[in-house]
T-cell receptor
């Protein structure tokens, strides 16, 4: 069964460092998303991506964040200068289209120290 | 502001019993409502997705209902199993100028005990 895969599963980084979280969406999907979930809190939308551009982003997704689809298969989230409060589980998701099921990856647990 | 409220926050039931989880939302313009199951430390897994015209949808032992007039949804789990222990998240989708935005509820933490 096709699935969304994310790497790494866990990343520890020092405050101020750049991190790149990687995702391989399901191959025939056209819509891609990043979400985050701070421990014990609800899942929060970060950004959606369609047709090689950002279609929507939340207020969390500030200038420190960027997304890229560099090679037609990977979908990456970059955090330029990490802060302690960026520590969270980051989920990538993809879907075929509107009103269709979004499939989530297993997440990357980011710990900023 | 779009909001999704779920109740109860947590629930403990005996294996084999049924339960119903509630979701109320104020999301506009409404597109669809989804229920997800999330095991601890894992990504959410879709259970059902319902559009405006659908009142009920089943997926095995899970049955979701939607009342678009009162903006309420429920998820009924029949004959619970230990593996049903997880967080159940109600997610409502809105479309705004062609862009979809999902609003997540805080979830109901369900624990099934033998």
């Amino acid at each position: 069964e096709p699935e969304v895969t994310q790497t790494p599963s866990h990343q520890v980084t020092q405050m101020g460092q750049e991190v790149i979280l990687r995702c391989v969406p399901i191959s025939n999907h056209l819509y891609f998303y990043w979400y985050r979930q701070i421990l014990g809190q609800k899942v929060e939308f970060l950004v959606s991506f369609y047709n090689n551009e950002i279609s929507e982003k939340s207020e969390i997704f500030d200038d420190q964040f960027s997304v890229e689809r560099p090679d037609g298969s990977n979908f990456t989230l970059k955090i330029r200068s990490t802060k302690l409060e960026d520590s969270a589980m980051y989920f990538c998701a993809s879907s075929e289209g509107r009103n269709t099921e979004a499939f989530f990856g297993q997440g990357t647990r980011l710990t900023v120290v | 502001k779009n909001q999704v409220e779920q109740s109860p926050q947590s629930l403990i039931i005996l294996e084999g019993k049924n339960c119903t989880l509630q979701c109320n939302y104020t999301v506009s313009p409404f597109s669809n409502l989804r229920w997800y199951k999330q095991d601890t430390g894992r990504g959410p897994v879709s259970l059902t997705i319902m559009t405006f015209s659908e009142n009920t949808k089943s997926n095995g032992r899970y049955t979701a209902t939607l009342d678009a007039d009162t903006k309420q949804s429920s998820l009924h789990i029949t004959a619970s199993q230990l593996s049903d222990s997880a967080s159940y998240i109600c997610v409502v989708s809105a479309y705004d100028f062609g862009n979809e935005k999902l609003t997540f509820g805080t979830g109901t933490r369900l624990t099934i005990i033998p």
